[in-house]
């Protein structure tokens, strides 16, 4: 008996909940957006339009209005109700069914296959895929492999097969590491560093240089590439835990005094935010976009001595890589902080005491008082630019009223 598992992956799904529940909606562009009025998901005839997901829908205002697009809230009921109906769908197929997300889905199949002939692999991935179609109008994209990663990877390139492993050798030396699952952004640039640039350098790395970067969840990525499974779905949400800070100014920074408070104030908010979620951060990453027109921009990379979520320890970490980088840059519009490699602090090594019982205070005085009552004073002093953001259009959640259509 082969153990395999499928990655069922299904495409347009909260639009398609909406328009089953709601026929009139069907060939209109619809926006769905979450509890903060982001764009969470778009129809076909939206993204023709231009709108894009995670942009606040107020920025839209205008083509909402003059395209007559539909705007509605998620509805959760009506995604765990689909979803609920998925899951009796795929049961005759295989159990258990493990539930990574409402539109995606793990399958354990144990059923012996030849892997010399995958006809029997592709067929079951056919009929997953029809039986969904016909069911609920979704298309389906569903990739079979060893390993849950694997048949990740197989779904994401259209692959309905993934067993044979002198193919998966041959896709993987196409895939770049940053099309791994589990390895973010700012992982992605620290294994290019060390020369890995690609899915089946890392599957063939050296353990050791693996532990190093990503810890035990990274090891464990490179040996589910290997065809040993060794994670649980309930890892997957966990594997790249990430704090984004993204910030726009009105009039762009040209001096190294502005430049240097705004992030000094911007990493004090991420230590409070560390404090708070009780995690420490291993990694940062800073970038600095220029104004609008030019593609280049420079982007800094810190691996702490030791994982951190004191904001004194961050802004010290901070100040030496700006001044460094302040040297290729001429003015700043954007700046993109990301924490990652983000843990527990168990384990992790201790701060000193005076610094553990400095950032204790100044979280009493914060819950006590106000979120910015009590400021480190190398965040600087003076107010940072306002966002130009003027958000006009409020929604109610759902069920809202239309607007437009």
């Known amino acids: 008996m082969t153990p395999l598992f499928a990655f069922v992956a299904c495409r347009d799904f909260y639009i398609t909940c909406e328009r089953n529940y709601n026929p009139s909606l069907d060939n209109k562009p619809v926006v769905l957006l979450d509890e903060t009025d982001c764009i969470q998901a778009l129809s076909v005839e939206a993204k023709e339009l231009g709108l894009q997901r995670g942009v606040p829908v107020f920025l839209y205002a205008s ?60 067929w079951i991935a056919d009929q997953v895929a029809t039986t969904i179609r016909i069911s609920t109008g979704m298309y389906a994209h569903v990739g079979i492999a060893p390993t849950r990663t694997l048949a990740h990877l197989a779904a994401c390139m259209g692959v309905k097969d993934f067993t044979d492993r002198h193919f998966q050798e041959q896709m993987l030396s196409r895939l770049g590491v940053g099309s791994i699952w589990g390895i973010s952004p700012t992982y992605r640039d620290l294994l290019r560093g060390l020369g890995i640039f690609t899915a089946l350098d890392f599957r063939n790395a050296e353990d050791h240089v693996i532990r190093q970067v990503m810890g035990g969840v990274g090891l464990r990525l490179a040996l589910e590439l290997r065809n040993i499974s060794c994670l649980e779905v309930n890892d997957f949400p966990a594997l790249v835990p990430e704090i984004l800070h993204w910030r726009k100014f009105a009039e762009p920074l040209k001096t190294l005094s502005q430049l240097q408070e705004t992030i000094e104030l911007v990493t004090t908010l991420m230590g409070q935010q560390l404090q708070a979620q009780k995690l420490v951060a291993r990694l940062m990453a800073l970038s600095f976009y220029p104004p609008q027109g030019d593609q280049n921009f420079p982007t800094t990379l810190l691996k702490f001595p030791f994982p951190i979520n004191d904001s004194k320890e961050l802004v010290t970490q901070t100040n030496q890589a700006i001044q460094e980088v302040f040297t290729l840059l001429d003015s700043c519009a954007q700046l993109r902080v990301v924490l990652s490699g983000l843990s527990s602090p168990i384990g992790a090594k201790a701060e000193s005491r005076q610094s553990e019982s400095t950032m204790r205070r100044m979280d009493g005085v914060t819950q006590r008082m106000a979120t910015s009552a009590i400021e480190i004073a190398e965040a600087g002093m003076q107010q940072l630019q306002q966002s130009r953001v003027n958000r006009r259009l409020t929604l109610p959640k759902y069920p809202p009223k239309a607007i437009g259509g």
């Not at 395209?67 to 009506?78: C, F, R």
């Not at 609920?84 to 399958?107: C, H, K, Y």
Request: glycine share 4%; net charge positive.
């Open 63 to 122: 083509q909402i209005r003059d395209h007559k697009i539909v705007v509605y809230h998620i509805n959760q009921l009506l995604c765990q109700d689909m979803n609920t109906r998925l899951q009796g769908m795929l049961g005759n197929f295989a159990s258990p069914i493990e539930v990574w997300s409402p539109d995606r889905l793990f399958l354990h199949l144990f059923d012996p296959v030849d892997y010399k002939k995958g006809d029997k692999v592709k």
